[in-house]
């Protein structure tokens, strides 16, 4: 005949409860914070999809409008407010279609990029020899793993 204690432990006991409880919470603490960081991480790759996207834009424009650009006409500094290329004073009557639509895309390309990229973000497109170099600008502040100031530079031949 077996003899049965009731000393003998049956089931879970509270401290090993608590200590599976404690590793749990810790695990999904360490989730929670991988999530975090893959979001910052796909807003800065969304970021620089956008600014290479603005990119490309301009640079169709510029071979478009290919005479217009070697002649200097779409040139911006990145710390220009203002169109350079063009007297915002004169009447628009003066002004030849090359100039008008010279000014016009530039200006709404810079629109285009602070709408998408934030007021901080600047940009600036230099002609000179049948090369262009383009280069945008923006506060990429979200990123974990890279600067706050990001820039993207290309050079294309017209």
């Known amino acids: 005949m ?5 000393n003998k432990q049956r089931g879970a006991g509270l401290i090993e409860i608590l200590i599976s409880v404690l590793v749990l919470s ?7 914070a991988m999530q975090i960081r893959s979001v910052k991480n796909n807003q800065s790759a969304l970021e620089y999809s956008i600014a290479l996207i603005q990119q490309q834009s301009i640079k169709e424009t510029l071979m478009l409008a290919r005479n217009s650009a070697l002649e ?4 911006i500094g ?3 407010e203002a169109y350079p290329g063009i007297n915002p004073n004169m009447p628009p009557s003066s002004k030849s279609d090359a100039e008008v639509f010279a000014e016009n895309a530039v200006m709404a390309w810079r629109s285009s990029i602070k709408s998408l990229l934030g007021d901080s973000a ?17 506060n990429d502040n979200r990123g974990l793993q890279a600067s706050s100031i990001q820039t993207i530079k ?4 017209l």
Do not use: M, P
């Open 26 to 32: 810790i695990g999904l603490l360490g989730i929670a």
């Open 78 to 80: 990145l710390e220009d």
């Open 72 to 75: 200097g006409k779409f040139n």
């Open 2 to 6: 077996k003899h049965y204690s009731n």
């Open 122 to 138: 600047t940009s600036s497109i230099y002609c000179a020899n049948a090369v262009c170099t383009i280069v945008l600008q923006w």
């Open 154 to 157: 290309t050079e294309t031949r």
